[in-house]
């Protein structure tokens, strides 16, 4: 089955510092999606990836998808407050017939001190 | 901007009660999906839904839980007789189409089952 393993687990950065959370498959990826949960919420989409070596960039956030498929990466620069949160990824298991199913990564939790 | 909703934000039911989650999804939006999240873990797929129809279900969605789209608008998640276990978080989620397209997830119920 389809397993995404979340690096780090948890994170606590200097407001202004660069952070990079990692997302690697166990299977090749057909889309990966990024949201952001704040606790206790709903989660916000990010970003779609489906090409490989495909990179996508939204205000201060670049999430980029490797070559073979199989890892993603997000990176934040300048970190802000309003960045702190739960980070999830999400693979799009259509490629192997199962209907629309998102399985998710266990989350990157975000904590920005000012 | 269109997004997903649920009511209620929270329901507290007695062990053994049924229980109906309730989503409005995107209004041109023709998938739809439950997911949940148990405190702590990830979150989980539990069905898909397209055209009136089941098109996956997890083994999670067992015979006490059904799906419903009983008007043109709402989507509805019914759990038959409540489980301790049961207590989650409840996401709605859906797409505008099946293939290579973003889902988009409500804010989320949170059911407490005593």
């Known amino acids: 089955s389809q397993e995404l393993e979340q690096s780090p687990q948890s994170l606590i950065v200097q407001e202004g510092k660069n952070l990079t959370i990692n997302c690697t498959s166990s299977?090749?990826?057909?889309?990966l999606y990024w949201y952001k949960q704040k606790y206790g919420e709903g989660l916000i989409f990010l970003m779609m990836?489906?090409?490989?070596?495909e990179e996508k960039s939204h205000e201060k956030i670049t999430a980029k998808l490797d070559e073979k498929k199989q890892q993603s990466s997000l990176h934040i620069t300048a970190s802000q407050p309003s960045h702190a949160g739960t980070y999830l990824c999400g693979a799009d298991m259509r490629i192997y017939n199962q209907g629309g199913k998102l399985i998710f990564g266990q989350g990157t939790e975000l904590s920005v001190k000012p | 901007e269109p997004e997903v909703t649920q009511t209620p934000s929270h329901q507290v039911t007695q062990m053994g009660q049924e229980v109906i989650l309730r989503c409005v999804p995107i209004s041109n939006h023709l998938y739809f999906y439950w997911y949940r999240q148990i405190l702590g873990q990830k979150v989980e797929f539990l069905v898909s839904?397209?055209?009136?129809?089941?098109?996956?279900k997890s083994e999670i969605f067992d015979d006490q839980f059904s799906v419903e789209r009983p008007d043109g608008s709402n989507f509805t998640l019914k759990i038959r007789s409540t489980k301790l276990e049961d207590s989650a978080m409840y996401f709605c989620?859906?797409?505008?189409?099946?293939?290579?397209?973003?889902?988009?997830f409500g804010p989320g119920t949170r059911l407490t089952v005593l």
């Open positions: 989620a859906s797409s505008w189409t099946l293939l290579t397209d973003t889902q988009y």
């Open positions: 839904f397209y055209n009136n129809e089941i098109s996956e």
């Open positions: 990836l489906q090409k490989g070596g």
């Open positions: 299977k090749t990826l057909y889309g």
